[in-house]
Structures are given as structure tokens and as C-alpha cells.
């Protein structure tokens, strides 16, 4: 029995550094004792049975767990290839917002075109560019803009778009509540659902060429990535 504890604890050691010879081991003590002993001889050995049994439970729990990082995993590879993990779990946390120049003119009471956005890899992301028309303002006196041939597009400021993104962005995602003081975007949704956004504490969205600080491209997203927002003449 002493020597079967001792191999249980050195197949520990073990898992440190192969953990696949480790759960060989494990399974080769299991059944050892209940595989390879009739009834009348595992009867005659109570004291193996402990080390056999430690092995047996070793090794349903590792298959245990395995099988439930496998469940969260897929999970999170079918929201995204869903397009509901837009968010920004990268995202820095830091108070100073950055300023940009030039920005709209007029207080953002024109119309803009965004051109430069698409992903070469898979094609998303392209008809994304077009005009946007300028609809009004929201809660915060910030104008907001409306696709033109995507029509279910939007640019627009939202100060605290998710716990994410919880800094102000000008961002390009869905119709937004233009009265919601914050977290504009009221459809379901897990993080802050966007197709681009550019970090910024502007009063107008910024234009001509730009860093913007995210563009998401249908199941991965980039940084810096640059954007360019031109005016109507």
C-alpha cells in the first residue's frame, strides 16, 4: 500500500511535466486494482484500494474538467463567429481621453463619408464604407450619422459604451437611443457591439485620416487601424 501511495504521488510530480504519461499512470493504477483482480483478490488487498480509488477520482476529475473547458470554450468561438463578442476585454484602462484634429466642422452638422475599412482576409467590413448622413443630435449635444446604403449603420459618441469599453469612443455600430445618457446601443448584446470605434473625448468625430483604436473584422478584431473621414464639401 505505501508503495502504491508513493507512485500515486510521484504520477503528481509527473503532471508537471507530461501530463498525458500522468494520466496514463493514474489509469494504468486504477486498473490495476479494479480491472486486473477478481473480487476475492481486491478483497484480500484493502489497502491498494485507496491508492486505486485516489487514481480512479484523479482521473474523473481531470476528464470532468476537461470536458467543461471544451463546453466554455466552443461557447465562446459560437458567440463570436455570431458576431456578440464585439467588445474589448483588452481594452486600457486610463482616464486621460486622447484629443484629435481636425473634426468635423459646424459641430458635426454634415455629412461624412468613411472609407478604408474591410478586412482583406475574409471581406468583412467593406460595405461599411459609404456615406453617412447626418441626422441630429444626441442627449449629449453630439451629432449622429446614418448610412446611407447600409442604412442600419450608425456613427456616433457614446461616453460609456460597455464595462469594456468604458471610456468615450465615436463609434460605428447600430441605431443608437439618442436619449440614453450612456450605452447608446440598446439591442442584445455582450460587450460593445461595433464595427469600429475610435477612442476620443472630441465634441465632433474626427476626420481625415486616423488611428482608429479598434475595427472588428466579422470573428477577430484589429487595433489601430487606419480610417479616414472626409467631409462634404
Not at 487514481?55 to 455570431?82: E, K, M, P, R
Not at 461599411?128 to 459618441?157: F, V
Request: hydrophobic share 40%; with cysteine; glycine share 10%.
Amino acid at each position: 500500500a505505501h508503495r502504491d501511495w508513493v507512485w500515486y504521488g510521484v504520477t503528481w510530480a509527473l503532471c508537471l511535466v507530461s501530463p498525458l504519461l500522468a494520466v496514463v499512470s493514474w489509469a494504468i493504477q486504477a486498473a490495476r486494482f479494479f480491472c486486473c483482480k477478481p473480487p476475492a483478490a481486491r478483497a484480500l488487498r484493502p489497502r491498494q484500494r485507496g491508492p486505486a480509488q485516489a487514481a480512479a477520482w484523479t482521473l474523473f476529475a481531470l476528464g470532468l474538467a476537461t470536458v467543461i473547458a471544451l463546453f466554455v470554450g466552443l461557447s465562446i468561438v459560437v458567440a463570436c463567429t455570431n458576431g456578440k463578442c464585439k467588445g474589448n476585454p483588452w481594452w486600457p484602462h486610463h482616464g486621460q481621453m486622447p484629443h484629435h484634429a481636425p473634426l468635423a466642422p459646424y459641430g458635426g452638422r454634415v455629412n461624412v463619408t468613411l472609407a478604408g475599412l474591410g478586412c482583406d482576409e475574409n471581406g468583412y467590413g467593406f460595405g461599411n464604407n459609404q456615406r453617412y448622413l447626418y441626422q441630429g443630435t444626441t442627449r449629449d449635444g453630439r451629432a449622429y450619422y446614418r448610412g446611407e446604403s447600409k442604412t442600419d449603420m450608425y456613427i456616433y459618441y457614446d461616453k460609456h459604451c460597455s464595462e469594456d469599453v468604458p471610456f468615450g469612443a465615436w463609434i460605428l455600430g447600430r441605431k443608437p437611443d439618442i436619449h440614453a445618457p450612456y450605452s447608446l446601443d440598446k439591442a442584445p448584446r455582450t460587450g460593445c457591439w461595433n464595427d469600429a470605434l475610435i477612442m476620443a473625448s472630441d465634441i465632433s468625430v474626427p476626420v481625415g485620416p486616423q488611428h482608429w483604436s479598434w475595427v472588428w473584422c466579422g470573428d477577430h478584431g484589429r487595433r489601430d487601424t487606419d480610417l479616414v473621414v472626409t467631409v462634404e464639401a
